[in-house]
Nanobody
Framework: QQQLVESGGGLVHPGGSLRISCAAS????????MAWFRHAPGKEREFVAT????????YYAESVKGRFTISRDNDKNAVFLQMNRLKPGDTAVYYC????????????????????WGQGTQVIVSS
């Protein structure tokens, strides 16, 4: 059974940093493109960042570019999102997503391209 479990969310002050993690099981992790999406209250779920199977290709939403860093550790079956200079607008439930791909360099930005999702971790940015 494929499973993604996010962790590391919490409350942080504006300007602060937080690192969230996603642990994968039941899949051959190195064969999967990974991504982070987020869902803020009153808004639709949106793309945040994606990373190809071997980390050769990475893409960010404009709203987080320069502040967030996605990375993965294929030996530990995990993907991470380092979030710096956090803003109140970053408040959301953050979801990890995965999809299998034959390409080592491809990535996707649409929700519909991902078929495995975690349960989410809450990030609140507030003073």
């Amino acid at each position: 059974q494929q499973q993604l479990v996010e962790s590391g969310g919490g409350l942080v002050h504006p300007g602060g940093s937080l690192r969230i993690s996603c642990a994968a099981s039941g899949l051959t992790f190195s064969q999967y493109i990974m991504a982070w999406f987020r869902h803020a209250p009153g808004k639709e779920r949106e793309f945040v960042a994606t990373i190809s199977r071997l980390s050769s290709s990475i893409y960010y939403a404009e709203s987080v570019k320069g502040r967030f860093t996605i990375s993965r550790d294929n030996d530990k079956n995990a993907v991470f999102l380092q979030m710096n200079r956090l803003k109140p607008g970053d408040t959301a439930v953050y979801y990890c997503a995965a999809t299998r791909s034959p390409s080592e360099s491809m990535y996707y930005v649409r929700e519909s391209d991902y078929d495995t999702w975690g349960q989410g971790t809450q990030v609140i940015v507030s003073s």
